[in-house]
């Protein structure tokens, strides 16, 4: 597992593009038969990756997280951005078509992902969060999770957003998780923009094609960078960073939200004005 330090704002605002990368940027989530995990101390957010061509058992290093299996303290949520697949959790098979989404509570030992079809792979995104409390593991089909439109084809950013995790549908202890898709032509996300001082996000993007990317913009509102974002790539978001991208093309990301509370609408609006 890799780990990954917080960062100041103060020292962010002096790294260049390589330094920004390394430490806000996950890449290669998917690699055939690999879990990929990356520990982020900002609200200690685990993002990570697994395509199993094989069954793939979840272990974790007990000195990383100071337990013998992840979810001792932590619960997770997984969303399959590939071919269908199932995830196994002490011994009962949980099985996800595409974008179908799964909590996995408080106290779950075993876990093991597979696929439907070894030659075509699922693809498992997951955000994994300390817990104080266990809620019942549950899963949530793409076709369950409500739609919510937003904006509009004159602002470039029609979309529909998608709660699959959230207080008033599949309960957790802290994680809210959901997916965003933009309709063609528009590319534009969460603008105006806004920060969250109460929790940290994570941004998954996806369907895309390899030649297309997203510019994903982070940092204080008076002090903005980018990030270029490819296909399959996520991008951590301090609590102090805004959270927004253009794409060269439309695409639907994942949003995975972790801190002291779970209430959507809890953001600090920025002005377009103040924006620098």
Partial sequence: METRNAVHPDHAVLFDT????????????????????????FDRL?????????????????????????????????????????????????DMSPKDGLFIGMGAEKLEFSSADKNQPARFYLNCAPAHANYPT??????????????????SN?????????????????LVMGMTTLEPGCVWNTMPVHTHQRRMEAYFYFGMPDDQVVFHFMGEPTETRHIVVRNEEAV???????????????YTFIWGMVGENQTFTDMDAVPMGEIK
């Fill in 236 to 250: 951590l978001s301090p609590s102090w960073s805004i959270h927004s991208g253009a794409g060269t093309s439309n």
């Fill in 18 to 41: 390589a330094k920004l990368r390394e430490q806000f940027l996950i890449q290669n989530l998917f690699k055939p038969d690999e879990v990929k995990l990356v520990y982020s101390y």
């Fill in 46 to 94: 685990i993002v990570g990756g697994v395509c199993p061509v094989n069954p793939l058992k979840l272990e974790v290093d007990e000195k990383v997280i100071g337990a013998p299996c992840l979810l001792e303290r932590r619960e997770m949520g997984v969303i399959n951005v590939g071919a269908a697949g199932a995830v196994t959790i002490d011994g009962e098979k949980y």
């Fill in 158 to 174: 029609k979309r529909t957003i998608r709660k699959y995790i959230h207080p008033d549908g599949v309960k957790s202890c802290q």
């Fill in 138 to 155: 549950s899963k949530v089909t793409f076709s369950e999770a409500e739609p919510i439109e937003m904006g509009d084809a004159e602002q």
